[in-house]
């Protein structure tokens, strides 16, 4: 077998490379019907998305594809652009318009499963999530957003093996 990384040929039973270590991916016949698979099951839609950051709402091991984070942030803006419509419609008199009350409870209620899907997708590129702290700086919210829509690690890293 020959490393996909590297090049390097390892013996038969070898599951990572010599040279550079990676996970050695076994060819068969069916490997182009395999790899559609893989990337067909690894494509979530928009409620199989939902429901798994809902599911691993605090779950900061593992692997999101890029398809569930995305979903997820969609989910998010959609239901935040939802609360700034009923601040908007309430008197501007009202507090719960002048403090954001609607818009800062949903951020709130889904502050946790937004850190916890983003760390799992920066495990998917092979980062650690800890990465995502970089937003804090104004010049590294560009590298981050790359990380996040950039394409998934199809062989099993660190992080584990891809859902």
């Not at 996909?4 to 390892?10: L, T």
């Not at 998305?49 to 594809?65: I, K, M, P, T, V």
Request: proline share 2%; with cysteine; net charge neutral.
């Amino acid at each position: 077998m020959y490393c996909s990384e590297c090049g390097k040929k390892n013996g038969s039973d070898a599951e990572f490379c010599i040279e550079c270590g990676s996970f050695i991916f076994f060819e068969t016949q069916n490997t182009k019907k395999d790899q559609m698979d893989t990337q067909s099951a690894h494509g979530m839609s928009f409620i199989k998305s939902l429901s798994s950051c809902f599911l691993n709402y605090a779950n900061f091991d593992g692997r999101a594809s890029r398809s569930e984070y995305w979903w997820f942030m969609l989910f998010y803006l959609l239901l935040d652009g939802c609360g700034v419509i009923v601040e908007a419609a309430m008197p501007s008199f009202n507090v719960v318009s002048e403090l954001h009350i609607v818009t800062n409870l949903i951020a709130l209620i889904l502050l946790l499963p937004s850190i916890a899907v983003t760390s799992r997708r920066l495990h998917d590129t092979g980062r650690s999530g800890w990465k995502q702290l970089w937003v804090l700086t104004i010049i590294g919210i560009i590298p981050v957003i790359i990380w996040l829509a950039s394409q998934s690690n199809p062989y099993k890293n660190k992080y584990g093996v891809i859902r």
